[in-house]
């Protein structure tokens, strides 16, 4: 299996020996694509899922740091705390494999917490607005979290 984000179309697809299995609507960074660290960019190229997190979590689970909260998302909770960048559900942290370009220095990805993650329900997918990171629809990161292993490869490309 491998996935392909496509910045462009704002999807997110999961292919089996060339065959597409899956495809979701998602939303990439709202600064556009980018590798250095602090940009808030998603990272183009090849990277690997590193890192699978949440198996078995409630859906709207909230994490902080990769760490479950003990807290289940809903608006109110968003308006206790304005200032957090929502990271739901279940958690695919991503590594380049690409020195220079999404590896090592200031340009790595999994330095750089890049993850494929879930968000609010009431987030817009389909168009820009993450920090980097590739938000997802609940429903649709618990699918694909149990389809997919820690290795698998992740594409991501602008064009």
């Known amino acids: 299996m491998n996935i392909e984000v496509s910045i ?21 960074a709202k600064n556009g694509s ?7 960019c998603t990272p ?3 990277h690997f899922i590193s890192e699978k997190i949440g198996e078995g979590t409630e859906k709207n689970s909230v994490f902080v740091g990769r760490l479950e909260t ?4 809903e608006s109110a909770l968003r308006e ?3 200032e957090r960048d929502w990271i739901l559900t279940r958690i695919l942290w991503l590594s380049g494999t690409e020195e220079g370009k999404n590896k090592g ?25 993450s920090r ?6 609940n429903d649709d990161i618990i699918e694909l979290f149990e389809m997919i292993e820690v290795g698998t490869e992740v594409v991501i490309d602008d064009k």
């Open 34 to 40: 980018g590798e250095l660290m602090d940009s808030e």
């Open 132 to 137: 980097g990171c590739v938000r997802m629809r």
């Open 70 to 73: 003990g807290e289940i998302y």
């Open 105 to 129: 220095h200031n340009v790595d990805s999994h330095d750089r917490y890049i993850y494929i993650h879930g968000s609010p329900d009431d987030v817009d997918m389909g168009q820009p607005g």
């Open 80 to 82: 206790l705390h304005p």
């Open 44 to 46: 183009c190229g090849v």
């Open 8 to 28: 462009k179309e704002q999807s997110l697809t999961l292919y089996d020996q060339g065959k597409q299995l899956k495809q979701y609507s998602v939303s990439t």
